[in-house]
């Protein structure tokens, strides 16, 4: 499990770093998407694996699974989704002004 | 008994900038009297929260009452109000002169102004990791919509270069708090000091990963050497106001690295204790050479302008580099005269450009401007804050860094390269001033035309004048008042340098074990 976990990590983020090197803006956002990711999938692992363990102490229990993580992916991916859009709309933008969609806005590519 | 004001700072840019988004576009003078009545709020807070922790205390406000480490908590120290005041005053100025203008230009400026200040004031104030990264991400959407605000071609570019590498600079936070959260569990900052100093053997290696990811990000925010480049386009290509209020934004960054890098990763740290030290202060020298080549290089006002942050951020964390308490008086002094001074100097540019007609911020030769002599001398005052020259605050600042360089082993370069550095600013600035000023053309008289979308009926030039000579204003109080105000950059100092004191504060006594 540990090892699938760190090989889908380590393919989304080499993805990811690879489409933002990207000169066209579309795989440079679909590239944040993939870090985004791989990022909460980080963030999420970091409460430790846990299958079935209850997230509050109860009596009689000793292993727990760790809820603050859930918690702190939440806001992340939120704030990821709120960002993905808005350079979604900026790349978009970006288009309409600059005629073409390459990052630095050349005309010829 | 908690004292609420702590949490005012956040609160009221919020309520405000909700409210305005209420209140119709149509509407903009209700609008413009209201976000300067709140920031005009914000300059009162930040003055009676800095005269409340200039006596020892350190405020913790808990949120929630959930007590430190499991709630987020908001800390209040001397280097928060600091902070707090300087940023409250630069957007005081700023704002009155984006109310003349560029409020105008596109829709919510007023909304977006708020939710920046508010961004800003949490940062400032936060004392858990991760919510710092809230408050940066809320700083960041703002200025995302600021910087791209009315609009244009050149603007869309600079923006999209901006969004894209800040979007990447959050992916990395986002995996450093994850390594720290998983190695410590834990991001409260003061609970992070103590975990770190006591990390087991094995988990040091990871959490020394997590100080320099987090180093990235900061120096990424700071505009520090190898990741500046999107600064300079994104700065001279946005409106006047917006680019005097982002003076304050690669300020964050310098304040988030003085805060990690004393609290969490300072001399009691252990095992990852002075993680940076030998990096900060060579990047820091070379930031401030590369500043000031652009400085010279640069073809347009505005890019010199922002190029001058690059390098003025390169003289501050040369001063938090040298990692000793003169070191850390030395940066805080600069850091309020760089912030107003390159304000000033981003307004100053708007202005004179405005004048030139079509050739604007280009360093070419252009006509006769009008009220030359008022805003000549403004510009040659300004140039002579920024180089550093007498009787200004500049001077007083680099005085300080060079003593506190004294005693440091690499002394002859930091020495050589402040004040080659200087020479080189005061020849480009020269030259621009004598282009602007002395070697002008009297051609017709252009038309005064501001942004080319709109028409604005021109002020008289002393209004138009206000937000800058209080910025200089303010620049002559650092140095009227030198002798307060390095007293108490030294309190902060002696403050940020015994983080024992503020984990206590945090976590009550029985933090330190």
């Not at chain 2, 609008?31 to 409340?52: D, E, F, H, K, P």
């Not at chain 2, 405005?354 to 030359?372: S, V």
Request: hydrophobic share 55%; net charge positive; aromatic share 10%.
């Amino acid at each position: 499990m540990e090892a699938l976990i760190s090989i889908i990590l380590g393919t989304l983020t080499a993805c990811g770093v690879y489409l933002v090197l990207r000169f066209r803006t579309f795989p440079v956002v679909l590239g944040l998407t993939f870090l985004s990711y791989a990022a909460n999938l980080f963030l999420l692992v970091m409460g430790r694996l846990t299958i079935g363990k209850p997230p509050v102490i109860t009596d009689g229990i000793t292993d727990y699974a760790d809820p603050l993580p859930q918690a702190l992916v939440l806001t992340a991916i939120v704030i990821g989704f709120a960002m993905t859009a808005f350079v979604i709309m900026l790349s978009l933008k970006a288009y309409a002004a600059l005629g073409n969609d390459h990052v630095d806005g050349k005309h010829k590519l | 008994m908690m004292n609420h004001i702590v949490i005012a700072p956040v609160l009221l840019p919020l309520l405000v900038g909700t409210l305005l988004l209420l209140i119709r576009q149509q509407n903009l003078p209700f609008q413009r009297i209201l976000s300067i009545a709140s920031v005009a709020a914000q300059v009162v807070l930040a003055a009676v929260l800095l005269r409340t922790v200039s006596s020892e205390e350190i405020l913790v406000y808990a949120v929630g009452n959930w007590p430190a480490p499991f709630g987020i908590i908001l800390v209040a120290d001397r280097l928060a109000a600091w902070m707090l005041m300087i940023s409250a005053l630069l957007a005081f100025c700023t704002l009155i002169y984006a109310v003349r203008k560029s409020d105008r230009i596109g829709q919510h400026f007023h909304v977006l102004f708020q939710l920046q200040l508010l961004g800003l004031n949490g940062a400032f104030l936060t004392g858990d990791l991760f919510n710092l990264f809230v408050f940066f991400e809320i700083l960041l959407l703002a200025s995302y919509s600021l910087l791209l605000h009315g609009g244009g071609r050149l603007r869309t570019k600079a923006g999209l270069h901006f969004v894209v590498i800040n979007l990447v600079g959050s992916t990395l936070f986002l995996f450093a708090i994850g390594i720290l959260y998983g190695t410590l569990g834990t991001l409260n900052m003061a609970d992070l000091a103590v975990k770190v100093a006591a990390s087991p053997n094995e988990n040091v290696f990871l959490v020394r990963v997590a100080g320099f990811l987090l180093f990235g990000v900061f120096a990424l925010k700071a505009a520090l050497l190898p990741i500046y480049t999107w600064l300079p386009a994104a700065y001279a290509h946005t409106t006047a106001a917006v680019a005097a209020l982002f003076a304050i934004m690669t300020k964050v960054g310098a304040y988030c690295i003085l805060r990690v890098y004393t609290l969490i990763y300072g001399e009691q740290a252990g095992p990852a204790a002075n993680l940076i030290e030998g990096w900060l202060l060579p990047l820091a020298l070379a930031t401030l050479i590369v500043g000031m080549i652009g400085v010279i290089a640069s073809t347009r006002l505005r890019q010199q302008a922002a190029y001058l942050v690059v390098a003025s951020i390169g003289s501050m964390l040369i001063a938090f580099g040298l990692n000793t308490n003169a070191g850390i008086v030395a940066g805080l002094y600069y850091l309020p005269h760089s912030t107003f001074a390159a304000a000033a100097f981003f307004l100053l540019a708007d202005i004179i450009a405005n004048r030139r007609g079509k050739i604007n911020d280009k360093f070419d030769l252009g006509p006769i401007i009008a009220d030359k002599r008022l805003l000549g001398v403004l510009f040659f005052m300004t140039a002579i804050l920024i180089v550093g020259l007498p009787p200004f605050s500049g001077f007083i600042g680099k005085i300080l860094i060079l003593q506190a360089a004294l005693t440091h082993s690499i002394l002859p370069w930091i020495m050589s390269i402040i004040l080659l550095t200087s020479l080189l600013g005061l020849i480009a600035l020269a030259r621009s001033g004598s282009l602007l000023f002395y070697r002008a053309q009297s051609m017709e008289t252009v038309s005064h035309t501001p942004d080319a979308s709109v028409t604005v009926k021109s002020d008289s030039v002393t209004v138009e004048l206000i937000p800058v000579i209080s910025l200089l204003l303010l620049c002559i109080a650092l140095v009227i008042y030198a002798g307060p105000v390095t007293e108490f950059s030294l309190t902060i100092a002696d403050q940020i340098l015994q983080p024992a004191v503020y984990i206590r504060a945090v976590l009550g006594d029985g933090g330190i074990t």
